[in-house]
């Protein structure tokens, strides 16, 4: 083992290098072309996915590594069903005179190493393994043989594609029902965000995006791949007979424990079959109150001020998936404690909220976000939510509703809280008329949290210390992965959120060739706290690593 030689670590580079550690086990096996033992230095670089935390794992708990990248079917497989290798992360790879070389992606995990040795006849020999060795023993080795079986039970050829019409059944099968209903109660277990099937010439990688990073699952044979695309297309009531053109649809599903998840769900041809993004919307997850938007004491009470204007205009803005809906649907939640009459436009409708009219762009029937609001103002309405501001026709149409004595919240694409109103100048928004009705812009990101679990001391490059201006002793934590977090060292997400309320001051900066950076200094002067500077404080509370403020710079 592992402590036989200090501060170096044994890995194992094949299964029979693993039969070989067993049959003379506890005595380390000899050195040779796929046993070795290596330092520090030399473990960093023996591949892309070590990490520094793996070694310091292994030196203190006398355990070698495993790094083996083809599997070959071997009895250790049958001491365990696949749901179980799955759920606990662990895979026995060799099986050797009473023996199983059960390989841990966390070697701290000792409930696991309990119940193994409770429920298996054999001992278990702990190793530890990366979390791509792990990923790939449990596709080769569990994935694969569970593909065949289905396969075979539903009369399918392996190596072969099916004919098209035989799709519109399998699609119906009990198992290829099973498997994709399996897929997105995990993700939803895992608070994946989006399901994405990747067709490759091989098979077909499942990859789950959590925590804004993709993190692959599993693959299917290329067999399964048709049959898994029809079933997600009757899902989303699509044309199963189009392989040639993109589909969109939508469904709510019911999970095991009562929860209902609502399915975007996009399909699209590419060159080894049709690829699939599945975007999961639990409403227990995604819905969010003002107090969970993290806005500071001040920023809360400004934040108060603007909900509580009868007329203006309030606009999230930022990049695809910055969060601008969460915070529009957490004001609407807080806005309809009040009597008044709220109305939505959005593409889609994301979640569904009670005592609020939602309305869903329809294109096909001519029904806009610009010809929504034309009508809105018929319907009495006291709050407008536009899902976002596309075009100058859209644009005018929310000033216009401002004007007229309404509150007006949407969303727009710019990179700052200053950009947005040059932006809408951009547009053709007369200057006249933006200046009474725009009230507040937050322009925000999604940072990534560090994870409590598996936080160890940074290290940041000088450069990045002299643009973010934290000084050469500052310490700040970043997370090396760990089981809790994926392997991915961040778990969740927080805004990060620059809040500029439009002034007397700012107003009289609103006109045509307006400079953006004159409007940022002067909101700063008065109390905005830029992007930048909100994550560096973050990342000097510990919450987000000094990499992911850097990240979020604008």
């Not at 006398?62 to 497989?77: D, K, L, M, S, Y």
């Not at 065949?148 to 519109?168: K, M, N, S, V, Y």
């Not at 789950?208 to 044979?221: G, K, S, T």
């Not at 002067?522 to 909100?534: F, H, K, S, Y």
Request: contains cysteine.
């Amino acid at each position: 083992m592992s402590q036989g030689m200090p501060n170096r670590v044994l890995v194992l580079r094949s299964v029979d290098a693993l039969r070989d550690y067993l049959e003379h086990y506890p005595t380390p096996p000899q050195v040779g072309d796929n046993v070795a033992w290596l330092d520090e230095a030399a473990w960093l670089e023996d591949g892309d996915d070590a990490d520094r935390g793996r070694f310091d794992m292994a030196i203190k708990l006398g355990f070698p590594i495993v790094r083996v990248r083809t599997f070959e079917r071997n009895p250790a497989q049958d001491l365990m069903t696949p749901e179980r290798v799955r759920a606990m992360r662990v895979v026995p790879m060799a099986l050797q005179r009473g023996l199983v070389a059960m390989a841990f992606e966390d070697g701290d995990n000792l409930d696991a190493l309990e119940q193994l040795n409770f429920i298996l006849r054999e001992r278990v020999v702990p190793v530890l393994a990366t979390p791509r060795t792990i990923r790939d023993a449990i596709a080769q080795l569990y994935d694969h043989e569970q593909d065949l079986a289905i396969a075979r039970q539903l009369g399918l050829d392996p190596l072969a594609l099916q004919a098209e019409h035989d799709f519109e059944r399998l699609a119906r099968e009990k198992p290829v029902v099973g498997l994709v209903t399996d897929l997105i109660a995990e993700a939803v277990r895992r608070r994946a965000s989006d399901v994405h099937v990747r067709p490759g010439e091989r098979g077909a990688d499942v990859l789950y995006r959590i925590d804004d990073e993709l993190v692959p699952v599993r693959r299917f044979i290329r067999a399964l791949l048709p049959a898994v695309v029809s079933r997600v297309k009757v899902l989303g009531d699509m044309n199963l007979a189009e392989h040639r053109k993109p589909q969109d649809g939508r469904t709510t599903i019911t999970l095991a424990d009562g929860r209902k998840v609502d399915l975007r769900i996009s399909v699209m041809p590419a060159v080894f079959g049709e690829s699939i993004v599945i975007r999961l919307l639990d409403s227990s997850e995604g819905l969010w109150s003002v107090d969970q938007l993290g806005l500071t004491e001040r920023d809360r009470e400004r934040f108060n001020d603007v909900m509580s204007m009868s007329h203006g205009i309030f606009l999230t803005t930022g990049p695809t998936g910055c969060g601008k809906s969460t915070t529009l649907y957490a004001m609407l939640l807080e806005l309809r404690k009040q009597r008044i009459n709220i109305l939505t436009i959005e593409d889609p409708v994301e979640f569904f909220i009670e005592d609020i009219q939602q309305m869903q762009v329809n294109r096909a029937a001519g029904f806009t976000f610009a010809n929504a609001m034309r009508n809105f103002l018929r319907h009495d309405p006291d709050v407008i939510m536009v899902g976002e501001i596309r075009d100058r026709e859209t644009a005018a149409i929310a000033v216009e509703s401002a004007l007229t004595g309404h509150l007006v919240l949407s969303t727009l694409h710019t990179n700052s809280a200053a950009t947005t109103l040059t932006r809408l100048l951009d547009l053709g928004i007369e200057p006249y008329l933006l200046r009474p009705s725009l009230i507040a812009v937050m322009s925000q990101r999604l940072a990534r949290l560090t994870c409590r679990e598996c936080m160890v001391p940074e290290e940041v490059e000088p450069h990045v210390r002299e643009f973010l201006g934290v000084g050469l002793e500052e310490q700040f934590h970043v997370g090396e992965g760990c089981p809790a977090c994926e392997g991915l060292g961040v778990r969740r997400r927080r805004a990060v959120y620059e809040l500029l309320v439009v002034s007397p001051g700012i107003r009289r900066l609103m006109v045509a060739g307006a400079e953006a950076e004159a409007i940022h200094r002067l909101a700063v002067e008065e109390g905005m706290t830029p992007i930048t500077d909100a994550a560096v404080a973050m990342a000097r509370s510990g919450q987000i690593s000094l990499a992911e403020a850097w990240r979020m710079r604008t």
